[in-house]
């Protein structure tokens, strides 16, 4: 009895003193941050103050030299439920299609469809991705023509105006594909336009410039470093007409600057590197008719191909059917 009574005193004295109050001897350790506590208002109290949830880190970095069979076993264990996680995602349906093979509502089925006769490459992201949220980029199916959203990013704006950094931030939410560049943003530098009164001390370089000198520049999307590159775009050609041959998600990016190069960052780059990253499309082209009917008969080719294989032996026999059917079926489970 008094050998058990020591035993435990030793352990308890093994954690020293509570670090949470400091009034009595500690009697657990926190499985996660390992602070030493004694009763359970000081585990809450700890839990509060440091954020912690008490469960033990498994992915915790533990030299080799401290490893137990405790720590061997939690690995093992830990690598069995991952194990089963994999296996049970192969088993969902819901992963076993992409993003891009995903069933489209009608809505953007045919938005993307209508833009790939465009030539543009149009992304469009799942529901809970905020771009896709903001996206107010309309398809008039009847009239056959795109209202994208556009945002508008005006770049090297006045030092006076500037509040956290050099771009001023507008957004159209509906701009039609058939309006020039320059007929578009005619109302932020015009200063007949409310647009443009409203924010002229924001737009002051730009309306000075006039909109004959201001350039255009599309956000890359779809290619290496596209963060920091992006296209030059013609004022004088409709928005249509700009984003062919574009990667585009969900609506475009458009840089405004009052000098011919491209804003602070960024790098100019042709269209032809927009593939870049895709992968490469294999085109399949339409075969004629007489090899339509060879790969259409192909198995029964090769079931007459191996019974004339038998010298002497007359394939048209039905007696000899099976046997020759037989070395079909075995030669192609080989």
């Given at each position: 009895m008094m050998a058990a009574e020591t035993s435990t005193k030793t352990s308890t004295l093994r954690l020293g003193m509570c670090e949470v109050c400091a009034a009595k001897e500690a009697r657990y350790a926190c499985p996660k941050c390992e602070v030493k506590t004694c009763s359970l208002p000081?585990?809450?109290?700890?839990?509060?103050?440091?954020?912690?949830?008490?469960?033990?880190?498994?992915?915790?970095?533990?030299?080799?030299?401290?490893?137990?069979?405790?720590?061997?076993?939690?690995?093992?264990?830990?690598?069995?439920?991952?194990?089963?996680?994999?296996?049970?995602?192969?088993?969902?349906?819901?992963?076993?299609?992409?993003?891009?093979?995903?069933?489209?509502?009608?809505?953007?089925?045919?938005?993307?469809?209508?833009?790939?006769?465009?030539?543009?490459?149009?992304?469009?992201?799942?529901?809970?991705?905020?771009?896709?949220?903001?996206?107010?980029?309309?398809?008039?199916?009847?009239?056959?023509?795109?209202?994208?959203?556009?945002?508008?990013?005006?770049?090297?704006?006045?030092?006076?105006?500037?509040?956290?950094?050099?771009?001023?931030?507008?957004?159209?939410?509906?701009c039609d594909e058939e309006v020039t560049l320059s007929d578009l943003i005619v109302k932020y530098v015009d200063l007949q336009q409310e647009t443009a009164k409203d924010h002229r001390k924001l737009l002051a370089n730009h309306q000075t410039a006039g909109i004959d000198q201001l350039s255009f520049w599309l956000r890359a999307e779809?290619?290496?470093?596209?963060?920091?590159?992006?296209?030059?775009?013609?004022?004088?050609?409709?928005?249509?007409?700009?984003?062919?041959?574009?990667?585009?998600?969900?609506?475009?990016t458009i840089f405004v600057t009052y000098e011919s190069k491209p804003p602070g960052g960024y790098e100019a780059i042709d269209s032809s590197d927009e593939m870049e990253d895709e992968e490469p499309i294999i085109t399949k082209t339409k075969p004629s008719a007489t090899p339509i009917a060879e790969d259409a008969d192909e198995p029964h080719d090769v079931?007459?191909?191996?019974?004339?294989?038998?010298?002497?032996?007359?394939?048209?026999?039905?007696?000899?059917?099976?046997?020759?059917?037989?070395?079909?079926?075995?030669?192609v489970e080989l």
């Open positions: 000081c585990v809450q109290i700890h839990k509060k103050e440091l954020g912690c949830d008490g469960q033990r880190d498994r992915t915790k970095f533990v030299p080799l030299s401290e490893m137990t069979s405790r720590e061997f076993m939690s690995d093992y264990c830990f690598l069995e439920e991952c194990t089963r996680y994999a296996e049970n995602r192969k088993t969902d349906r819901c992963k076993r299609f992409t993003h891009d093979q995903r069933n489209l509502p009608v809505a953007q089925h045919r938005m993307r469809t209508a833009a790939r006769k465009r030539n543009i490459n149009l992304r469009l992201q799942l529901e809970n991705f905020s771009r896709h949220k903001e996206n107010t980029t309309y398809l008039n199916w009847k009239l056959g023509r795109f209202y994208w959203r556009v945002e508008w990013l005006f770049a090297n704006i006045p030092l006076e105006a500037q509040h956290t950094r050099d771009v001023a931030r507008f957004v159209d939410d509906r779809g290619v290496r470093r596209s963060s920091t590159r992006c296209y030059r775009l013609q004022a004088t050609k409709t928005l249509g007409e700009n984003l062919a041959g574009k990667t585009i998600v969900e609506f475009p079931y007459h191909d191996l019974a004339a294989a038998f010298a002497g032996e007359d394939v048209s026999e039905p007696e000899d059917d099976e046997e020759f059917e037989a070395l079909y079926r075995e030669h």
